[in-house]
């Protein structure tokens, strides 16, 4: 009777546990996907809309940035890290080297375009026909003393030094994707350390150490923009590392293929290795996605009178063409994706502003500390797109809403990129979530291509 009654407790617990992992959402097979759904905080627009814009964004954008306007990015790989000391710049794999381009590569109208600036909202009756007479006087002066000054430092959202450094070299950005490099460790660590806990923006309660979704929602509207741009850079970066991993060739011979790993996209977002956080890191990918594309819609009057000129009239032309129809793709589809103007609202705020404005550009700055030099590089245009975007949301607008801005041709690169490697990242995704919908069996990462 002893025997039988400790058997049908065995019977019951065995019962109960499997009754528990049927239904906790950690052992569902679509784990990382069941709360990415709805709405985004702090945007206009649901996930489901994203992904329908997506759908007609995503072939566009990547079709743009591999013309010779969008592909040639002017980066300084030599810059010290301002932050901590390093023992070498250079990553320990063969994965982590980039190809500088031959100067005789680079379009002569490109390098034209770099010597100056090369969009600006004028104040001379030339570009933008009636829309001189909507800058006011006050703004017009404004805008002179930028140009007086060169470019528009202190309204930059990034550390634009590169532009003119004697160490700036062109790179090709098609022939030098992001992907996964082997580049792991402490570096990497104290990378996103530095930026997480001190440079994104601190729950007042001190004993607060980490910042969970929970967490940022208890912020002002700012700082939770600010928290939500820098998670979903770094999520994008993850999405981009897991979709992109190399398999050895098995003979010499054959050429390495890069393709997903879907143990490793669960490692960086299951909600049962991420204390639940994984689904909120993707989500803001999608909330950068609208940020960016945000800031091209409101400067479209600016793409309308610029041709992206590289001596090449039908690529131009197509080129030009590409920009316009982004331009428009999102107020059609989502009328309202990222509201800028419910930002820095308050007479007090300026402060805010500020502080907002330098932790950013130290983000920036911490790019020059990454030890991988593919990394560093998407790192440092991501910074700089992002950065980009929010110059532009964030600018003086004329009567009619258009941004008085400054730009170079290369933050004019660095946005459209940076949305194309958005849109990449939620192409992945739905990757990601068909493989786990259909059972696909994950793929253990092998190290044996880095030794």
Request: glycine share 4%; hydrophobic share 35%; aromatic share 10%.
């Amino acid at each position: 009777m002893v025997c039988g009654s400790s058997l049908m407790k065995l019977v019951l617990v065995i019962s109960l546990a499997l009754i528990i992992s049927a239904t906790d959402p950690a052992n569902e097979p679509n784990q990382c996907f069941c709360e990415l759904t709805g709405d985004i905080d702090d945007c206009c627009c649901g996930v489901e809309d994203v992904e329908r814009l997506n759908f007609k964004v995503s072939p566009l954008i990547t079709r743009l940035v591999q013309s010779d306007f969008f592909k040639f990015y002017r980066v300084n790989m030599l810059r010290p890290c301002k932050f901590w000391g390093q023992e070498s710049t250079q990553c320990g794999t063969r994965l982590c080297s980039i190809d500088a381009c031959p100067d005789e590569d680079i379009p002569a109208a490109v390098k034209a375009k770099d010597a100056e600036p090369f969009i600006c909202t004028p104040t001379n009756p030339n570009p933008l026909g009636d829309l001189k007479h909507t800058v006011s006087f006050k703004q017009q002066e404004r805008i002179i003393q930028w140009r007086a000054h060169d470019s528009l430092t202190d309204d930059s959202y990034c550390d634009v030094q590169d532009d003119d450094d004697e160490h700036t070299m062109y790179v090709n950005l098609v022939d030098n994707p992001e992907r996964f490099t082997g580049y792991a460790g402490t570096s990497p660590a104290q990378i996103w350390r530095a930026i997480y806990s001190e440079n994104c923006f601190q729950p007042e309660d001190p004993s607060i150490k980490y910042l969970t979704a929970n967490v940022v929602n208890g912020m002002c509207r700012e700082k939770r923009v600010f928290y939500r741009v820098v998670s979903g850079l770094h999520a994008a970066i993850n999405v981009h590392v897991a979709s992109h991993y190399p398999t050895e060739p098995s003979n010499p011979f054959e050429e390495r293929t890069w393709g997903a790993n879907m143990t490793l996209f669960e490692r960086f977002f299951s909600p049962k290795k991420t204390f639940g956080e994984g689904p909120n890191w993707l989500k803001n990918i999608y909330f950068n996605y609208l940020l960016v594309l945000r800031a091209i819609t409101k400067a479209a009057p600016l793409w309308n009178v610029e041709h992206f000129y590289t001596d090449q009239p039908e690529q131009d032309e197509q080129t030009s063409d590409i920009v316009a129809v982004l331009a428009k793709a999102a107020p059609e589809a989502c009328p309202v994706t990222f509201d800028e103007r419910i930002l820095f609202t308050n007479e007090d705020d300026e402060d805010l502003r500020s502080a907002f404005r330098e932790k950013f550009r130290n983000v920036s700055r911490i790019m020059d500390c990454v030890e991988c030099s593919t990394c560093r590089l998407w790192g440092k245009l991501k910074t700089h797109g992002l950065g980009t975007a929010m110059k532009i949301l964030f600018a003086p607008e004329t009567e009619t809403g258009v941004p008085i801005v400054q730009l170079r041709r290369n933050e004019v690169v660095a946005l459209f990129n940076t949305l194309a490697q958005f849109a990449q990242a939620i192409d992945d995704i739905q990757m990601f979530r068909r493989l786990q919908e259909n059972g696909t069996p994950p793929t253990e990462p092998n190290p044996s291509p880095f030794g």
